[in-house]
């Protein structure tokens, strides 16, 4: 009868309902399990229902210089700025000790900066720095991000609510880089934190290859590659051999 009521109610609010509000009616309805056992039951419900209706997600066909996607994680006691090009996949990484608003306006400019030259579109989560209000469904932004807008000249844009999926490309590296680099080391410090991190985005950016850039790194390739049966491969090691980087030597 519970699992039925969670079931209903995540299809009502469209997926939008949080275990707390539902657990109320759960007691009511009989349940006596832990409130994290229900937390575990809602979500497993949200996915059932994501899985069947589409939530009209905005389709991952970029274009040069459109879409640059931000997004705030955290790594150990930092708090980590990644802001995503769309089409390259160039990835631009900085650490702060909060995610204010004029910290996130500071990590923008110089991105934009590092970039140089401004997208058409800003995409961003519904982050409370940049959120003015919600109205039918619609983000407001902040007066201070329309005036940052506008003087940059780009267009602000929001994901849809509680779907993590419409910023998956910006979502995705923060996880890449705990997964690839930050699980496989032992951080002595918030020193040898952004040390690491530093090295494992500049691997990103100038060696990794990606399918979708025909096997070149998102801030392509100084020369193309050659073929013969003269060329060796040079290896270079970096994080004490965690990644692998290979060159070609005539």
Same mark, same amino acid.
């Given at each position: 009868?519970?699992?039925e009521?969670?079931?209903? =109610?995540?299809a ?9 509000r ?6 009511a309805?009989?349940?006596? %399990?832990?409130?994290?056992n229900f ?6 419900a949200?996915r059932?229902? +994501?899985?069947d209706n589409h939530?009209g997600? @905005?389709?991952?066909v ?11 994680g955290?790594a %150990?006691?930092l708090? #980590?700025?990644?802001a ?6 160039y990835?631009f990484? =900085?650490?702060?000790?909060?995610? +204010?608003?004029? !910290?996130t ?18 995409? *961003?989560?519904?982050? %409370?720095c940049l ?5 039918a469904?619609? #983000?407001?932004? !902040?007066?201070?991000?329309v @005036?940052? *807008? ?6 602000p844009?929001?994901?849809e609510?509680a779907?993590?999926?419409?910023n998956a490309i *910006?979502e995705r590296? &923060?996880?890449?880089?705990?997964r690839e680099?930050?699980d @496989?080391?032992? &951080?002595?410090?918030e ?9 494992y &985005?500049?691997?990103?950016?100038t060696?990794?290859p990606?399918? *979708? ?6 801030? %392509? ?6 073929l013969g049966?003269?060329v060796?491969?040079?290896r @270079? ?11 070609? #030597?005539?």
């Amino acid at each position: 009868m519970v699992a039925e009521l969670v079931a209903d =109610r995540v299809a009502v609010t469209k997926g939008r309902i949080s275990a707390k509000r539902l657990l109320p009616a759960a007691r009511a309805a009989g349940y006596a %399990g832990s409130a994290r056992n229900f937390r575990r039951l809602v979500a497993e419900a949200k996915r059932r229902w +994501r899985r069947d209706n589409h939530r009209g997600r @905005r389709p991952a066909v970029w274009t040069p210089g459109e879409v640059l996607a931000i997004d705030w994680g955290s790594a %150990g006691p930092l708090h #980590v700025f990644c802001a995503v090009l769309a089409w390259s996949r160039y990835r631009f990484v =900085r650490f702060a000790d909060n995610e +204010r608003s004029e !910290t996130t306006l500071a990590m923008l400019a110089e991105c934009f900066e590092e970039l140089s030259g401004v997208p058409k579109v800003v995409l *961003a989560d519904r982050m %409370g720095c940049l959120k003015g209000g919600v109205v039918a469904n619609k #983000v407001v932004p !902040t007066a201070e991000y329309v @005036r940052f *807008a506008t003087h940059y000249g780009f267009r602000p844009d929001w994901c849809e609510a509680a779907d993590p999926e419409s910023n998956a490309i *910006a979502e995705r590296w &923060i996880a890449s880089g705990r997964r690839e680099c930050l699980d @496989r080391m032992l &951080i002595t410090g918030e020193r040898h934190l952004r040390l690491v991190l530093g090295e494992y &985005i500049d691997h990103y950016n100038t060696h990794r290859p990606h399918r *979708a850039l025909q096997q070149s790194p998102p801030a %392509g390739r100084p020369h193309p590659p050659v073929l013969g049966a003269n060329v060796r491969a040079l290896r @270079r090691d970096r994080l004490g051999g965690l990644i692998h980087e290979y060159s070609q #030597v005539a």
